[in-house]
């Protein structure tokens, strides 16, 4: 059987929606922490290119040398959060390890990792503390064991999704992960304001600006045509940007019918020679995909489809080594 794009499409573990803003005070926070018992499973986050003002400015960058070799135990908490971006990245020692930690209300939050390819941004993290409650989800809080915002410096509008695992318990400890999807693909990533505000039965605030380093990309033309046929549909693949972990390519339809119903997708099964590569989503004119490291080729099938007839257009080959 053959799919589309959003069909084929991953869904996130556990999403919220949710919105801050800076200057808050001490009763209104209150308040905001209380609402954060029905949180519901959906993550929204901030996206827009203007969100990069507040994330350049914060704190010094942890040097991309500082990785984890000498912490091989957080690759092991991405192999039990079955998120495969981050064990690879930590099979690579692609993460940069971070030693930040905040104690409120009796638990002490350690950021541990983080990482960010260009579009997915990583963060693992350890709480502790005799508070924690032994039980998570069902009815006890949120389904992940936590919550938390990220900081805007102007409004609360914008969004960007992601993928937080559950809570992993760790002898006394709870560990987690979050990976997100940069949408807006932000070149001036340095630092991650993040605050949690619920971990494992507890309310608190434990806030940092997370260190922030870009792993190593390139950006390659393609000036590549895919066409119907007959020639009745044509798009254009301009560029593409490989990252580490994500493959992010640019195309522009330069001629179709216009009927109605007309929508131009992707065949869900990606082939690739070498390692896998897998849709994540399309956004302005651009397809987003999750990649292992060591793919060497991506082949795309477009198509348009109108009710239930396709049809096809010519593949599309990426060479990324």
């Known amino acids: 059987m053959r799919n589309d794009l959003f069909e084929e499409i991953e869904v996130p573990n556990t999403e919220v929606q949710h919105a801050i803003k800076q200057g808050i005070s001490k009763g209104k926070q209150a308040q905001k922490l209380r609402k954060n018992k029905t949180i519901s499973k959906r993550i929204s986050i901030f996206s827009s290119v203007a969100a990069a003002a507040v994330l350049a400015s914060g ?11 000498e912490v091989p135990f957080i690759g092991d908490y991405y192999q039990k959060f079955q998120l495969s971006i981050g064990k690879e990245l930590a099979s690579e020692q692609l993460l940069t390890k971070v030693n930040e930690s905040v104690t409120n209300n009796g638990v002490t939050m350690a950021i541990t990792s983080a990482f960010y390819d260009g579009y997915f941004l ?87 600006n997370v260190p922030i380093e870009t792993l190593p990309s390139k950006t390659q033309s393609l000036q590549q045509a895919s066409s119907s046929k007959d020639q009745d549909y044509i798009v254009q693949f301009t560029d593409a940007i490989i990252n580490k972990t994500s493959l992010i390519v640019h195309f ?37 995909l999750e990649k292992g490291i060591d793919t060497e080729t991506v082949i795309l099938e477009p198509y348009f489809k109108i009710g239930k007839k396709e049809i096809d257009l010519t593949p599309i080959e990426i060479q990324l080594k």
């Open 59 to 69: 704190l010094v960058i942890a040097p991309i040398g500082n990785v984890l070799a």
């Open 122 to 208: 990583g963060i693992t993290f350890k709480a502790t503390g005799a508070k924690l409650s032994d039980e998570i989800g069902d009815g006890k809080g949120p389904e992940s064991g936590y919550t938390f915002d990220l900081f805007k410096q102007n409004d609360d509008t914008d969004e960007f999704g992601g993928t937080n695992a559950r809570l992993v318990k760790e002898g006394d400890a709870y560990v987690g992960a979050i990976i997100f999807d940069n949408d807006r693909e932000l070149n001036n990533l340095t630092t991650l304001p993040i605050t949690f505000t619920y971990i494992a039965g507890v309310f608190g605030e434990w806030t940092f």
């Open 252 to 288: 522009d339809i330069q001629k179709q019918a216009g009927l109605e119903g007309e929508r131009f997708l992707f065949r869900g099964k990606v082939k690739t020679k070498n390692g896998y590569a897998s849709l994540r989503r399309e956004h302005n004119n651009s397809i987003i």
